[in-house]
């Protein structure tokens, strides 16, 4: 038995000698500061370690490689549940694979856009074998048979371009785990000039369109009775209440017009269009011009010109009857409305296929004047309403029949096509 180790004097704290046992523990606080440095180095290994860059990816070791027909591979393989082709692990090893998320650092690949590989060619894609779990989705893909492999063309010689192969529609489980990689894109071929494709005629004598601003509505509710005893007759009405050519920022009838026509390509357009416009123009070099002013009537003019172009750009033979407006109530109105109409009429007199219809002793008195109301069967009735503007039923019933009589010489050369 060994004897007590005799401590130095001095050091127990009361001069008094301290003996220790050489098997004795460490004291407690010796235990902490060792247990903390531990955990100190376990904390510093972990941070230390690399992260993954792509959320819900952990990195993942690259497989090692089997080779084909290697009995690893067959074994791998042989495990999937390969119910539907029973037989074809066993035959065909190494014409599988299994595809699998790796982080987003681990694999960076040169692309030869020019490079083929020899199984190039259709992948099918399982999709009903679901392989790994939830978070960590792999799918089997097994890829076509290779063909026979050619010999390699000398590097100096030029490849022959060939065509793309035509894969088969690939069905996938996964679409959002896995994008799709997009196929890279061919050098166009050159540009070969446009041809300008020639005009489809509208059914011959069935297709009428009126337009313009709220007497045209009028006009189009009353019109649209008196064409439907003919057979086949396509109607077709675009109005718009307080417009005009004037303010093309409130309503463009220029792109509406356009439109329209395009839509339904019309025989036969019936325009109603001047009561708003006693208003300043817009030139388009952005010049303004009040009305009554010099160079009103040229711009106004040119605006008709163009709407008539654009009336017939879905049947460039179509007739077109503009409709001028009919008196009105107040007199300074009236005279505004009557120098519109002058300037509409030159201009569509003017024009080929193009008719103005004078439409004021139609809803006037005997001598040309506004008329609240006109002699009927029955008694007079009215025609205006009480803005001295808009129509009655019965006024519209009269501008319709004023139109149709206008019309009729067209309408009648349509139905014999």
């Not at 407690?28 to 819900?56: D, I, M, Y």
């Not at 010689?157 to 997009?182: G, Q, S």
């Not at 005629?201 to 509710?221: K, N």
Request: hydrophobic share 45%.
């Amino acid at each position: 038995m060994q004897s007590p180790v005799q401590a130095p004097a001095g050091r127990s704290g009361r001069g008094k000698p301290r003996t220790t046992m050489p098997n004795a523990k460490p004291p407690a606080l010796l235990r902490r500061g060792r247990f903390a440095l531990a955990a100190l180095a376990l904390a510093t290994a972990l941070f230390a370690s690399p992260r993954p860059t792509h959320p819900g990816l952990a990195p993942v070791a690259p497989p090692t490689p089997f080779p084909a027909g290697d009995d690893a591979l067959r074994a791998l393989v042989a495990d999937l549940d390969l119910d539907e082709h029973p037989g074809e692990a066993a035959e065909r090893p190494d014409g599988h694979a299994l595809r699998q998320a790796v982080a987003a650092y681990a694999v960076r690949l040169a692309v030869d856009k020019a490079a083929v590989h020899p199984l190039s060619g259709p992948v099918a894609v399982r999709t009903d074998d679901r392989l790994g779990a939830p978070g960590r989705p792999l799918r089997l893909v097994s890829l076509a048979p290779a063909e026979p492999a050619q010999a390699m063309e000398p590097a100096a010689a030029p490849r022959p371009e060939t065509p793309p192969a035509k894969l088969a529609t690939v069905a996938v489980k996964n679409p959002t785990t896995f994008p799709a990689v997009a196929p890279i894109p061919e050098k166009p071929a050159p540009r070969q000039p446009e041809k300008t494709p020639t005009p489809v005629m509208a059914t011959a004598g069935r297709s009428v369109l009126v337009a313009g601003d709220s007497l045209s509505i009028f006009l189009a509710d009353a019109l649209r009775p008196l064409l439907a005893g003919r057979p086949g007759t396509a109607f077709f009405a675009k109005g718009k209440v307080s417009s005009g050519l004037a303010r093309p920022d409130f309503f463009n009838w220029e792109r509406e017009m356009a439109a329209a026509a395009t839509t339904a390509r019309p025989d036969v357009v019936v325009i109603m269009i001047a009561t708003n416009d006693n208003q300043t123009l817009t030139r388009p070099d952005g010049g303004k011009v009040a009305f009554g002013r010099p160079g009103w009537d040229a711009e106004y003019a040119r605006r008709v010109r163009r709407l008539v172009e654009l009336a017939r750009q879905g049947n460039p033979q179509a007739r077109i009857y503009w409709i001028g407006a009919p008196v009105m109530a107040d007199p300074k109105l009236n005279a505004d409305v009557a120098a519109i109409n002058g300037v509409i009429a030159r201009q569509i007199d003017a024009l080929a296929g193009c008719r103005f219809v004078d439409v004021r002793r139609t809803l006037a008195d005997a001598g040309g004047n506004y008329a609240k109301s006109l002699p009927a069967p029955g008694g007079p009735r009215a025609t205006r309403t009480a803005d001295g503007v808009h129509l009655t039923p019965y006024g519209a019933k009269l501008l319709a029949h004023a139109t149709l009589a206008s019309m009729s010489p067209t309408m009648a050369a349509l139905e014999k096509r």
